[in-house]
């Protein structure tokens, strides 16, 4: 009697590299989806074609459209993360006076901001663009916002201010890296070189040390 073929090995963890695959092809493809076309481009089937795979496993690994949105949104090598302002020990950050402390957490900031053009491109259409995405964007970012001011703020005098300063600061460096994707100075300041950035953050540094004085 002959015997029974042997069960193949190894088949769960090929699975799940498998799958692992698939959703990086699926984030890749609706990154590439928005800075080319907006949140307009982004439905199953252009997402599916691009990624060349079936759109059905948009559905099967992230339930739904939004779910997809969300796990790139929150992964940690898009939008600017905790660890991006915070670095690897935020003990240490948080032992520094609380102008210093800003002023590091800005500069860290820009930093991560200009080495990730894709989430340039995406806060573009993000201002023109008011959906169900862009609100999943915007609510990450608002809760990161939250858990700096709390964690690495406990003893701010006046986190209303703080709140409100941290706004016109973070705000202020973001239109700037938004701008110099295609305009190159601003305000005699060149925004396309290191130089440029120097200066940017350490003025916002220095208005961060006031604010917080």
Known sequence: M???????????????????????????AV?????EGGFA???PSAIGRRAGVD??????????????IRS?????????????????????????????????????????????PVVL???VWELVERNELTAIMEEAR???????TSEMFPDATSPELLSAASAVLIAGLTYLA????????FNGVDLASDAGWRRLTAAAAAMAVAVTA
């Open 178 to 185: 938004l701008r110099g994707r295609k305009i190159r100075w």
């Open 31 to 35: 990154e590439n989806l928005l800075v």
């Open 2 to 28: 002959t015997d029974a073929p042997a069960a193949p090995e190894h088949t769960a963890p090929r699975q799940t590299r498998n799958r692992a695959q698939t959703e990086a092809k699926l984030r890749r």
């Open 41 to 43: 481009a982004l439905t």
């Open 72 to 116: 790139i949104t929150y992964a940690p090598d898009f939008f600017p993360t905790f660890e991006d302002w915070c670095g690897d020990d935020p003990s240490a950050l948080r032992a520094l006076p609380p102008g210093e402390r800003a002023a590091v957490m800005l500069e860290r900031y820009a930093k991560a901001l200009l080495a990730k």
């Open 142 to 148: 608002e809760t990161l916002g939250r858990r700096l």
């Open 121 to 123: 491109e995406l806060m």
């Open 55 to 68: 759109k059905m496993l948009i559905y099967r690994y992230f339930n739904d459209l939004p779910g997809l």
